[in-house]
């Protein structure tokens, strides 16, 4: 066993060979080199920034800038060393870290600056060789040529537009003009060249695009530092941060002394629950500001879901709900045949006079949830179909008039209702049952729903149990379904199984009828093909029925 000496002072030490030797795998990625030389010119106090490419060689690529130059080459090979002025370091933060990302990535990479010129042959100088600067005729600023260890771009021989969508992607937010082979790159959403709205926000500049019709799809906005994305991480499978809402597209450009980001890629911010709660707060005051915007531009009616979606309710408490909201049944729900089936089908606009309003007192129903076609509730959107009952998809806003008016209800509290059918003695006609269910046949009846009246229906129903049938022709709309849904193991309609239970039930109707002819027209009809123009007369007369056959 080795021994301890406890008298032994410890302190922090570094193994600066093979910390060296391993810091190239915490970079990331390609990409991040790239970002750390861009920022580099930026903190320079360059105004432009120009990439240069060798058709020849896809590992080639320089980069020159005017700024103010590298006053002291070794602050670039100083781990925790940035070398910028306290200026730069208070506002920014910078770690000293990024130029070794170049390193790792780059077999040779020559500087010139401030007439001095720097070559680095990277594994040597990794390894601990040291090297010195030459005197040299320089322009002003700073150009680094690098030769690569592999070629820019995901293939082998990179095609000039892949090179393009690399760096167009890079410096889409960044305040610097950046050209690639003489060619300007665009910045869509820098901040010295947008031009749409931009709000001015504690932590951060948000550059907006609103649409009320929310045509913006998947394409989400980026969050920015220091002009480059932090929102695209491949750490992370979705994008984070994301400001964008409904309604709202936003390129979110954070104040780089609020923020804390990851080291050493600086491509992503600190995850923390500090973090969290400030992307929190930024998305909140986003979307007061933005809602005041559109307030003050009088649109909040254009804008009315959209506010809605983001929980601006004050806005839009004293305006018409818009008709969008309104909706109403305009055929008798039947179950579901498949568990994916909706019944938008059945669902129609109101006509603008009978939309409820807080001055004509009409009734309706509240639903946030969704109206669900289901055994327990047929009956009652059955009523809501015969009533015309209008529905609102609701909101949570307990200040909103559709909240405090008593002639609305939440569809939960609606179904809670009783529904009961009449039919007077003289209109029934017979009664039988089907498969358990009972069948009334009658010529007329009426369904009363509690605190709405009564109505008389003018179609077949089949209603708190019972199928409720007027006499009329033998067809093919019973509303069996309503009773049975005719789902097989796998969940898909069982066609032949409810054609069979429609043949039947159609005859069980007839024998309620004592039409006998209609049975037998109806047992017949599956022939019909078969008959190839045959005609059959059956006739019933004391009992006995007679079939002959015709032409």
Known sequence: MTSIDSKKDLHVDVNLSVLIKN???????????IRELL?????????????FTSPLDPCYLRIEDDGCGIPDFQALLTLGGSGWDPAVIEKENPFGLGFYATLYAANRVEIRSNNQRLLIETDKVLHGERIQPKPAQTPVGTTIIIELKKPLGKTADPKPEEIHSLFKEIVSG????????????PRPHALDVWEGFRFELPEGVALVELDSEDSFGINQGITFLQGLDISHSQNHS????????????????????QWRVRVPDR?????????????????RGLKETAARHIVNRG????????LLAWGCHAPIRTLPISNGRWSRLTASVHLPHYDSEEIDYAIGSIPDRKIPTPENGLSFIRDEIGIRSEEDVIDHLFAVYLFEIPILDSWDDPEHWFSKTPSAEPVDAFYDRKISVLVKDEERIAEGTWWGKRVVLCRRFSLTLAGYGTKEVTEDAFINGTFWILDQALHDNYPIDQAFTFQTESEDFDLASFENAMEHFRATIAILKGDLCGLIANAIYPYSDALKGH???????NGKIEVSQGT
């Open 267 to 283: 491509n992503a911010l600190y995850e923390s629950t500090e973090t969290s709660e400030k992307i929190e707060t930024l998305k």
């Open 299 to 306: 649109e909040i009616g254009k804008y009315f879901e959209t």
């Open 39 to 51: 920022q580099n010119a930026r903190r320079a106090k360059a105004s432009r920034i120009r990439l």
């Open 238 to 257: 979705y994008q984070w941060p994301n400001f964008s809402r409904r309604g709202m597209r936003v390129f979110m450009h954070l104040h780089a002394d």
């Open 174 to 185: 960044f305040p610097l003009p950046v050209t690639l082979d003489g060619v300007e790159l």
């Open 23 to 33: 810091f190239g795998e915490v970079f990331s990625g390609e990409k991040i080199w």
């Open 535 to 541: 005609r059959f007369s059956v006739v019933s007369a």
